[in-house]
């Protein structure tokens, strides 16, 4: 039976509508891949002479274990973010004389075969192969610690199916949980509960007792069957019939009417965002990361690297016009060919959009000005960065839109989400962030640091003074493109 399902599953990848689109982006995810393992590879053969050198009096297994409690916490938090759920087709099995419990044990150890298995193998194997060949460590011992190290790495993998299933879909519940991981890891730290020290301790044990490798794959069991009668429970064809009942949203932004002819777009830009999870999380996120340059700012590391402020000055001022404006118009996708069939000016369309986005960037600019504290000229450079991005950035954003082709659900988890993700949204970021790094970069150079900012600002000021023209052009470009992106936005499942 599993060898009929992933046949299934290979056909239905074959003849999907989005196979042979976005080559670009495939290749570039393969490349990636064979990096990151190549990375993992070479870390794992070579941290054990690492850790020889940096703590010559102490064993390197015992260093490793550890921090183990810590690289198992920071695991789960990536999972968390990147890995997706495995999904199957399931609902045309579902009226099949096909046993529930074999279609959800393919869907579980279809997550077995993720790339995010593949890596901790990657690092645990040969180290362990080394300890073993080049130190003499027991053979035995050593098959006992890596088992238990990748069982404990795919009870992340289930135990992150989990959490996503409990709390993707009400973060705010996430919330007491991951303060008590907080207040757990800083009594760690002033070594009041040293919970990392006591795992350390136990994968110690485990190394001179290997039998005790039983307790991390009994507990991958318990993980495993968790997500097994999880997913039974739902393996119904009415489990989701019935929708969640909840008040409807009525704010009508009626403040948006004194902007004049863009005001119903404008207007309805904002009840998007308000009113639909991924798009409101745009808005999370910004006041999250204008945090952002507390890392940066007051580190001695960076203090001669003013080239670098101008990546996180463009950053925190941006960081809405990045998340939302790549998408343009990918958020309209599901009323985008009606948009197009009314008598509307395709022009006071995108001036609606550049208002907002201009908006949220000054908005941002405003509430960074406390890092006035670390100097005047991160303030200036600061701002500088932010009329770059009103003047330079926003209008490149809107021109990489009109290669936007693909529709996004506007009330799936904006988690990892990477529906609407084509090429475009990836190399926009060349221009975004390393041109203005660039320009800084020559100036300051060859001429001064306050003549690099102001040639920033300048810049902006020029994109200003040119809107009309760039919004003309912009017009034009997304015209031309119109019957291209009805016809994308039509395409679901992408």
Same mark, same amino acid.
Request: aromatic fraction near 18%; charged fraction near 15%; hydrophobic fraction near 50%.
């Given at each position: ?6 046949? @299934? ?13 976005? /080559?670009? /982006? ?60 495995? !999904? ?131 507990? @991958? ?90 990546? !996180? ?34 022009? +006071? ?69 990477? +529906? ?32 690099? !900012?102001?040639?920033?600002?300048? @810049? ?35």
């Amino acid at each position: 039976m599993f060898k009929k399902f992933a046949w @299934l599953e290979w056909k239905s990848f074959l003849r999907s509508a989005s196979f042979g689109k976005s /080559l670009g /982006l495939k290749i570039l995810m393969a490349f990636l891949a064979l990096y990151f393992s190549a990375m993992f590879l070479f870390f794992g053969i070579a941290l054990f002479p690492v850790l020889k050198k940096l703590y010559p009096e102490q064993d390197p297994l015992m260093v490793v274990n550890g921090f183990a409690l810590a690289y198992f916490t920071f695991e789960l938090i990536f999972r968390f973010l990147l890995q997706t759920l495995p !999904v199957m087709d399931i609902k045309s099995l579902m009226v099949l004389p096909i046993k529930k419990k074999s279609v959800v044990h393919f869907v579980l150890f279809k997550s077995l075969y993720s790339f995010y298995n593949l890596l901790p193998l990657l690092l645990i194997v040969p180290f362990g192969l080394y300890c073993i060949v080049k130190q003499g460590y027991s053979l035995y011992g050593m098959l006992g610690w890596m088992t238990a190290m990748y069982s404990l790495t795919l009870c992340m993998n289930f135990l992150n199916f989990i959490i996503k299933k409990r709390f993707t879909e009400n973060l705010k519940a996430l919330i007491p949980v991951v303060a008590t991981g907080i207040i757990i890891g800083l009594l760690d730290y002033f070594k009041l509960f040293d919970i990392s020290g006591y795992f350390g301790d136990f994968l110690n044990t485990l190394f001179h007792n290997p039998y005790l490798a039983v307790i991390p794959v009994m507990l @991958l069991l318990i993980l495993y069957n968790w997500n097994l009668q999880n997913l039974k429970g739902k393996f119904y064809l009415d489990a989701d019939l019935k929708g969640k009942s909840k008040a409807a949203n009525t704010r009508e932004f009626g403040w948006t009417r004194k902007f004049g002819s863009i005001a119903p777009f404008l207007q309805q830009d904002l009840k998007l965002i308000w009113r639909n999870k991924r798009p409101k999380t745009t808005i999370y996120l910004s006041f999250i990361f204008l945090a952002y340059g507390l890392i940066f700012y007051p580190n001695e590391t960076y203090q001669g690297m003013p080239t670098f402020f101008v990546f !996180v000055g463009i950053f925190i001022t941006g960081i809405f016009m990045i998340n939302f404006g790549q998408f343009v118009p990918s958020w309209d996708a599901s009323y985008y060919q009606m948009i197009m069939a009314q008598n509307i000016p395709m022009r +006071q369309y995108l001036a609606s959009k550049m208002g907002l986005i201009t908006f949220s960037v000054v908005v941002l600019a405003i509430l960074s000005t406390p890092y006035v504290y670390f100097g005047w000229d991160i303030l200036l450079l600061n701002l500088a960065c932010a009329l770059y991005n009103i003047g330079i950035n926003i209008p490149i954003l809107l021109f990489a839109g009109s290669f936007n082709k693909k529709r996004i659900d506007l009330d799936k988890s904006p988690f990892m989400n990477y +529906q609407g993700t084509g090429a475009s949204q990836w190399l926009v970021g060349l221009p975004l962030i390393f041109l203005p790094v660039l320009f800084f970069w020559v100036i300051n150079k060859f001429v001064s640091y306050d003549a690099a !900012v102001g040639f920033l600002a300048v @810049l902006g000021l020029i994109g200003l003074l040119l809107r009309p023209n760039l919004l003309s052009f912009l017009t034009q470009r997304y015209r031309s493109r119109k019957y291209v992106m009805i016809e994308g936005f039509k395409q679901k499942g992408e």
